[in-house]
């Protein structure tokens, strides 16, 4: 029986130390190109918290969210 793997999402990855915040990008525009179902939110693995301070705030507010979660991790 095989189980098709889960990708892991741009903040899973990126709280793993794996990719630099600035991937960000390259998974918007990634999810912007697919048939995927999920909100941009979703796929990116944000919170809403999270996805609030992205639109209403800015990306080095939201990466100042997800670097506080990297250290206490």
């Excluded at 990008?25 to 979703?42: A, F, P």
């Excluded at 944000?46 to 209403?56: M, Q």
């Amino acid at each position: 029986m095989s189980e098709e793997r889960k990708e892991k999402t741009f903040k899973e990855q990126y709280l793993a130390g794996e990719i630099e915040f600035e991937e960000i990008d390259t998974y918007s525009q990634r999810w912007g190109k697919s048939d995927d179902i999920r909100t941009l939110r979703e796929y990116l693995g944000l919170n809403e918290k999270e996805e609030d301070i992205w639109i209403s705030e800015s990306e080095e507010a939201l990466q100042e969210i997800l670097d506080t979660q990297k250290r206490t991790k």
